[in-house]
């Protein structure tokens, strides 16, 4: 690992021998997307060769696993300081103890859910949440988190490599999130790509959309931007360059999009699909969260009258 220098101005981390490894991000991945990144200052994210990484050749490879051991293991065979090991959290680290607010309670909201038999349930327009993102940061508040795996902190305290906990989590939820990493013993705050008294915090626009993700103590809140574009880019900011990046994730997709940016960027990749938490949804479940939707909705309405108002008439903060 090769680590760069700060600049006062601006807070972002230089290292002149980095810039092959910028250049070589997948001209190909990104130019189809049409992507462009902007930090604060203005200054966009480098151009793409595509000669860099096109001939290299890399390990690109993906597993089911209910343990995140296994993960961590692979890590420890590879070399401590070229390998990056990234965790998700949602149902990777953590998952909800209600399924209201829930990972899969907001697939459910989307649309996009599974019944124990396999068929996608139906949400109907009356269960769903006026405004998701702002019933998500009420939830991300008030509830609880709990580990997926009982040797959960044992075992991500225990790793040696440099790590990175990127969630698809807006930045408007940091708060809550530090505080259910902390209460489950987890603090990233020694293994930050940035010196303790730097965060970032930057737009980045990918496919139309332009997000805006933060990177403090450890923690990249991306925003359900692309994950493997936003890692490259924060290794970008960084100074930072890893031979290989073991990375681990409930959704299949966020496995996919990062094995596909780091094979363009010539990186090995090691994916870890992690299924140890169940993504179906049950009859009682749904009946649970049609539950606390009400009394969510009569709270707000009784105590909160403005807030209340803005949801119903769909006027929403996040």
């Known amino acids: ?23 070589a991000l997948g001209a190909t991945f990104f130019l189809g997307a049409c ?52 965790f998700d959290i949602d149902d990777t680290l953590l998952t909800a103890t209600e399924f209201f607010g829930s990972d899969k309670w ?24 006026n405004c998701l993102f702002d019933t998500l940061g009420m939830v ?33 939820y940091r708060a809550g999130t530090m ?26 626009t990918l496919g139309g959309r332009t997000a805006n993700v933060s990177y403090v103590d450890g923690v990249f809140m991306v925003q359900g931007m692309n994950k493997g574009v936003m890692l490259l880019d924060l290794l970008a900011r960084t100074g930072h360059e890893y031979t290989s990046v073991v990375f681990v994730d409930d959704k299949q997709h966020n496995i996919d999009n990062m094995g596909e940016a780091l094979k363009a960027a010539g990186v090995n990749f090691y994916g870890y699909h992690y299924t140890r938490i169940a993504k179906t949804v049950t009859t009682e479940e749904v009946a649970q969260a049609n539950a606390a939707r009400e009394a969510l909705s009569e709270l707000l309405s009784a105590h909160f009258a403005d807030r209340a108002e803005h949801i119903n008439q769909r006027q929403c903060d996040y």
């Open 106 to 129: 907001y697939d459910w909201q989307r649309g996009r859910a599974l019944s124990p038999t396999g068929n996608v349930i139906a949400t109907q327009d009356s269960e769903k949440v």
């Open 1 to 23: 690992m090769h680590k760069g220098h700060i600049d006062s101005a601006t807070g972002r981390t230089f290292n002149p021998t980095f810039r092959s490894f910028l250049l």
């Open 35 to 86: 992507a462009t990144g902007n930090i604060e200052s203005g200054v966009s994210s480098p151009q793409l060769n595509p000669h860099s990484a096109a001939n290299k050749q890399v390990v690109s490879e993906v597993v089911k696993t209910d343990d995140l051991s296994d993960a961590i293991a692979k890590a420890s065979t590879l070399d401590v300081q070229s390998t990056l090991l990234v």
């Open 179 to 204: 505080r259910e990493l902390a209460r489950n013993q987890l603090d990233f705050s020694d293994k930050s790509l940035t010196s303790p008294d730097v965060g970032l915090h930057y737009d980045y």
């Open 140 to 172: 991300f508040e008030i509830a609880v988190n709990k580990p997926t795996q009982a040797d959960m902190a044992t075992l991500v305290n225990g790793v040696s490599n440099d790590v990175v906990i990127l969630t698809a989590r807006s930045k408007a």
